[in-house]
T-cell receptor
């Protein structure tokens, strides 16, 4: 039972490069989320997908795009990476988008932008 | 001002101590309160989940919510070195603008053997 799987685990980019972080869950969850975690800032929501076919902006969406490819997969794309996007990125999922909103997180993807 | 404030620590205690971790919040709409535990270089995992004011106990862990004071706490009894982690409070509402989880910044705890 893998839960939430993120790839890659580590990535180093140069300013201006693009990349996609991949996330897949095998728990038949409806809702999926992308967070970034920075020292002293806690977890901040970038984008979320309440259900297959929908995506919405979170607290810090600028510089990112997302795609809910199907019910299992939710990707996060950086079109032109900036040093301010150096962070640890977490994907999460939950069965429902409201009510008992208990998230299951992946192990994280550490991104460094030089 | 952040909606959820949490003392970042670090907090260091001897094994067997009682640990108190706290968060304050400003949005009175929050209804559901959670504590997540995050080990180094891992994703957060749910530790405790409460709805409304009062206490909830699970083994060595007790979650306390005081809605009138907008204050939540996590108590760890007989702390163990394996409890060394960052503890994140989180909260949300099923209505209105607070439907997505809002996290505190986390408190780093070290339990010394």
């Amino acid at each position: 039972n893998a839960g939430v799987t993120q790839t890659p685990k580590f990535q180093v980019l140069k300013t201006g490069q693009s990349m996609t972080l991949q996330c897949a869950q095998d728990m038949n969850h409806n809702s999926m989320y992308w967070y970034r975690q920075d020292p002293g800032m806690g977890l901040r929501l970038i984008y979320y997908s309440a259900s297959e076919g929908t995506t919405d902006k979170g607290e810090v969406p600028n510089g990112y795009n997302v795609s809910r490819l199907n019910k299992r997969e939710f990707s996060l794309r950086l079109e032109s990476a900036a040093p301010s996007q150096t962070s640890v990125y977490f994907c999460a999922s939950t069965l429902r988008s409201s009510g008992a909103n208990v998230l299951t997180f992946g192990a994280g993807s550490r991104l460094t932008v030089l | 001002q952040k909606e959820v404030e949490q003392d970042p620590g670090p907090l260091s205690v001897p094994e067997g101590a009682i640990v108190s971790l706290n968060c304050t919040y400003s949005n009175s709409a929050f209804q559901y309160f959670m504590w997540y535990r995050q080990y180094s270089r891992k994703g957060p995992e749910l530790l405790m989940y409460t709805y409304s004011s009062g206490n909830k106990e699970d083994g060595r862990f007790t979650a306390q919510v005081d809605k009138s004071s907008k204050y939540i706490s996590l108590f760890i009894r007989d702390s163990q070195p394996s409890d060394s982690a960052t503890y994140l409070c989180a909260m949300f509402s099923s209505r209105g603008s607070a439907r997505q989880l809002t996290f505190g910044s986390g408190t780093q705890l070290t339990v010394l053997p």
